[in-house]
């Protein structure tokens, strides 16, 4: 089965600081890997994917992940974040022999910036 | 652009009362799905639809019923409401199955158990 761990529920940052919010999955099987991102009071929406290829993806808004399978992690960073950026972020995994149905959602960790 | 639209966006309910939540989506995507939010826990697998006149179970599917009597269309029922069902549920649709194809999420809807 496949598990997604967002190691941290919550992660204050200056603005204008760079970010890394973690995130760790489990599989026996090869994996996608997906970052959604919640804005206040608004639904998800897909700030980048991995599928295949080169392990390093880039998003919107200036997002950049790195899927590495040693490590089993797909961490999402970004050099340097605005207030725009203060959101709920939830990684999930799911996998090219799953259904519709096994899309796994991270419990999501909120970024606050500081001025 | 309207995208995935849910009504109602708010409701308080008294246990034992039943509501249906409605997901319309004009992107004429195939697959659709109803996802509860609580906290601390992520988004949890409801029930979801693969097409026109199908539905599954999720997740967590007990307590709920659906139908997809029209494919933009995706309904959620309580049939007997219970407080442990005061949460922030999410309609999604995607194209493709939503393993490789972007999910697409409407504001969601906020309910209230009494």
């Known amino acids: 089965a496949q598990s997604v761990t967002q190691l941290d529920s919550q992660v204050p940052v200056f603005e204008e600081a760079p970010v890394e919010l973690r995130c760790n999955y489990s599989s026996s099987v090869s994996v996608y890997l997906f970052w959604y991102v919640q804005y206040p009071n608004q639904g998800l929406q897909l700030l980048l994917k991995?599928?295949?290829?080169?392990?390093l993806v880039k998003g919107i808004n200036g997002f950049e992940a790195e899927f590495n399978k040693s490590q089993t992690s797909f961490h999402l960073r970004k050099p340097s974040v605005h207030i725009s950026d203060t959101a709920e972020y939830f990684c999930?995994?799911?996998?090219?022999?799953?259904?519709?149905?096994?899309?796994?959602f991270g419990s999501g960790t909120r970024l606050s910036i500081r001025p | 652009n309207a995208g995935v639209t849910q009504t109602p966006k708010f409701r308080v309910l008294k246990t034992g009362q039943s509501m249906t939540l409605l997901c319309a989506q004009d992107m004429n995507h195939e697959y659709m799905y109803w996802y509860r939010q609580d906290p601390g826990m992520g988004l949890r697998l409801i029930h979801y639809s693969v097409g026109e006149g199908t539905t599954a179970k999720g997740e967590v599917p007990d307590g709920y019923n659906v139908s997809r009597l029209k494919k933009q269309n995706f309904l959620l029922g309580l049939e007997s409401a219970a407080p442990s069902q005061t949460s922030v549920y999410f309609c999604?649709?995607?194209?493709?199955?939503?393993?490789?194809?972007?999910?697409?999420f409407g504001e969601g809807s906020r309910l209230t158990v009494l």
């Open positions: 999604a649709s995607s194209y493709l199955s939503g393993v490789t194809g972007e999910l697409f």
């Open positions: 999930a995994v799911s996998g090219p022999r799953s259904s519709a149905s096994k899309i796994i």
């Open positions: 991995y599928l295949s290829g080169s392990t």
